[in-house]
T-cell receptor, first 114, second 111 residues
Framework: DVKVTQSSRYLVKRTGEKVFLECVQD?????MFWYRQDPGLGLRLIYF???????EKGDIPEGYSVSREKKERFSLILESASTNQTSMYLC?????????????FGPGTRLTVL | GQNIDQPTEMTATEGAIVQINCTYQ??????LFWYQQHAGEAPTFLSY????GLEEKGRFSSFLSRSKGYSYLLLKELQMKDSASYLC????????????FGTGTRLTVIP
């Protein structure tokens, strides 16, 4: 059974803290993605990676950074958390494919920044 | 730019049929996905269309017209457990394999 796991389901942090969200996939996928999901705005891409140590900015990278040191692990870092980063964060992975590129999602981390 | 539109909310009755529409304008087209997302859970894959026409999978079917930039998801014999958000997502190109998501349609099934 394919699986994407995220380190926490719920997280509460204070403004200014450095926050790490971890994602691990066991499908040997090349691509990994971080999204945030907010009511009325849908899924918005923060960063993605198509290979170890490679990263590309998505639509809303400001205030975030990422790290991919191993193929199976993709970390999202909030350098200095702010209240407007309170959201649901979803990690996903997919094969690197010319056509069919279904993304598999983790269960999500609901982050609250106080 | 990329633009994907779908209705925000729909309500339907248990046992009925509902059609959720999605229109898109993207810089390229490499396929369209439908995902189901129950409240507080991760999106799960429902269907994929890359050629024009209807794909049927049990109670769920998905249709694509590339010339019109249009897709729909058809749910038959609605059940209460079908209450969820349905996300339309377009893959503009291969390679890095990004998906662009619509804001989702929240479907409520009533008895």
């Amino acid at each position: 059974d394919v699986k994407v796991t995220q380190s926490s389901r719920y997280l509460v942090k204070r403004t200014g803290e450095k926050v790490f969200l971890e994602c691990v996939q066991d499908m040997d996928h090349e691509n990994m993605f971080w999204y945030r999901q907010d009511p009325g705005l849908g899924l918005r891409l923060i960063y993605f990676s198509y290979d170890v140590k490679m990263k590309e900015k998505g639509d809303i990278p400001e205030g975030y950074s990422v790290s991919r040191e191993k193929k199976e692990r993709f970390s999202l870092i909030l350098e200095s958390a702010s209240t407007n980063q309170t959201s649901m964060y979803l990690c996903a992975s997919s094969r690197l494919a010319a056509t069919y590129n279904e993304q598999f999602f983790g269960p999500g981390t609901r982050l609250t920044v106080l | 730019g990329q633009n994907i539109d779908q209705p925000t909310e729909m309500t339907a009755t248990e046992g009925a049929i509902v059609q959720i529409n999605c229109t898109y304008q993207t810089s390229g087209f490499n396929g369209l996905f439908w995902y189901q997302q129950h409240a507080g859970e991760a999106p799960t894959f429902l269907s994929y269309n890359v050629l024009d026409g209807l794909e049927e999978k049990g109670r769920f079917s998905s249709f694509l017209s590339r010339s019109k930039g249009y897709s729909y998801l058809l749910l038959k014999e609605l059940q209460m457990k079908d209450s969820a958000s349905y996300l339309c997502a377009v893959s503009p190109s291969g390679g890095a394999n990004n998906l662009f998501f619509g804001t989702g349609t929240r479907l409520t099934v009533i008895p």
